[in-house]
């Protein structure tokens, strides 16, 4: 009985990507918190910057995860990886590290640029891989004169981890590591980095909830069930009732209310509630979502029961009620 109940493979990887996906969220959101509502931190900083886009000539757009730039002229780049075990996903990290590297300008309000005299690329990788992020990112590549990887200076590798709610951050302390250039500016994250520091989550839980997203693809699964428990009842009311909705309407509500939201991701997270039996599409590039089953579930019950649903061996029959719904009753509100 017990092997019946255990989760697939495919079931355990969808709750591994989700759980990755929300482990960066938090991440992102305690630097944001720390550079904008630290008083003496927050201080040093212009302007910070959870949604990059840094366009390189015609053609190229760079996305780190975040950027902060300090009122004495100098940024921080920061990106947010997992570390493969293949060399060529590694070489990828690097050619994209060392575009940051380059970088002479990053976002300052409003979407504009501005002119930086030094940029301090950090790579946040999670504590189980922090040494071998050193040794294959710094000593196989940058110190190795052999090797094509050579950014003016190398990158800032912090490992992070968790324990129960409190989130610790530290530089590694290897010879060859990179560290955060000092200068002038008091205080300077990169003391507190060598220390180690040491955030609650409850101190960035604000932020989770009012931004929500990262600059990095959504994970299906992490969209699905924050469209289920967050954006839709927003937008619709909490109910049980089916609900008929267009990617792209959804996507525009994410960027009001988080500030990104792409409609790909939104179809993705359609696509795997579609393989759960939870949605259904219809003509005209629109979507019914049934919230028969999950209408009262709580929101960490939600992506257990979408993954475990979709990965079932014998695919779920849709719970998709087959009534059309009138535009005049969307309109007028009736659903709920």
């Not at 929300?22 to 630097?31: K, L, P, Q, R």
């Not at 428990?229 to 609900?243: C, F, L, Q, R």
Request: with cysteine; net charge neutral.
């Amino acid at each position: 009985m017990a092997d019946e109940m255990a989760p697939s493979s495919r079931e355990r990887r969808l709750l591994e990507t989700y759980s990755t996906y929300d482990e960066h969220v938090d991440v992102i959101s305690a630097f944001e918190w720390m550079f904008t509502q630290v008083k003496d931190l927050a201080a040093t900083v212009r302007h910070f910057e959870r949604f990059p886009k840094i366009a390189i000539g015609r053609k190229v757009e760079l996305t780190p995860d975040f950027t902060v730039l300090f009122s004495d002229g100098s940024a921080i780049v920061g990106e947010i990886a997992k570390i493969a075990v293949h060399e060529n996903s590694v070489d990828k990290l690097c050619r994209q590290l060392g575009n940051y590297d380059a970088l002479t300008s990053v976002p300052v309000a409003r979407g504009e640029l501005a002119k930086v005299e030094q940029v301090d690329v950090l790579q946040l990788v999670n504590v189980r891989v922090g040494y071998a992020a050193v040794q294959r990112i710094i000593v196989d590549r940058y110190t190795n004169a052999a090797h094509p990887y050579k950014p003016s200076r190398a990158p800032t590798i912090v490992q992070y981890a968790r324990d129960r709610e409190v989130y610790t951050f530290q530089r590694i302390l290897h010879p060859d590591n990179g560290d955060v250039v000092r200068g002038e500016r008091t205080p300077n994250i990169g003391d507190y980095l060598d220390q180690g520091l040491n955030i609650k989550a409850a101190h960035f839980v604000k932020i989770k909830a009012e931004r929500a997203l990262i600059n990095d693809q959504v994970d299906p699964l992490y969209m699905a069930t924050h469209l289920w428990a967050k954006t839709w009842p927003s937008m619709y009311g909490v109910g049980s009732t089916d609900i008929v909705i267009k990617p792209a309407e959804t996507a525009d509500v994410l960027r009001r209310q988080h500030g990104v939201g792409r409609a790909l991701d939104v179809k993705n997270a359609l696509e795997l509630l579609e393989a759960a039996g939870l949605a259904a599409k219809e003509d005209a590039g629109s979507w019914r979502i049934s919230r028969k089953l999950l209408g009262r579930s709580g929101d960490r019950e939600v992506h257990s029961i979408i993954a475990r649903r979709a990965c079932a061996p014998k695919a779920p029959k849709s719970v998709v009620s087959q009534k059309r719904l009138t535009v005049s009753e969307v309109e007028q509100g009736t659903l709920f």
